[in-house]
Nanobody, 116 residues
Framework: QVQLVESGGGLVQAGESLRLSCVTS????????MGWYRQAPGKQRELVAD???????NYADSVKGRFTISRDNAKNTVYLQMNSLKPEDTAVYYC??????????WGQGTQVTVSS
């Protein structure tokens, strides 16, 4: 069973920072585009950022310049550094592994709440 284990969510005030982490097995991590998605109440799940095994990144327009995705291939871990957080960033954040561009695996989700 494939597991993606997330950590790092929490409650912060607007303007503060959080870092999310997601770890999975080496076999999945090395062959996957790793990404972070989020889902706010009453809204569809949306891509926040993703990163290829070679380090090419892609960001949603709403987070460009504030969020940074990175991956540590030695630790099988992907990170999402979130700076200058806004109340509209409040959502459940999900780690995703797009394995061989064929299968998608999801983490359990971690809540991020930004108060104004």
């Amino acid at each position: 069973q494939v597991q993606l284990v997330e950590s790092g969510g929490g409650l912060v005030q607007a303007g503060e920072s959080l870092r999310l982490s997601c770890v999975t097995s080496r076999s999945i991590f090395s062959a996957s585009i790793m990404g972070w998605y989020r889902q706010a109440p009453g809204k569809q799940r949306e891509l926040v950022a993703d990163i290829t095994s070679g380090g090419i990144t892609n960001y949603a327009d709403s987070v460009k310049g504030r969020f940074t995705i990175s991956r540590d291939n030695a630790k099988n871990t992907v990170y999402l550094q979130m700076n200058s957080l806004k109340p509209e960033d409040t959502a459940v954040y999900y780690c995703n592994a797009n394995y061989l561009k064929f299968l998608r695996y999801w983490g359990q989700g971690t809540q991020v709440t930004v108060s104004s």
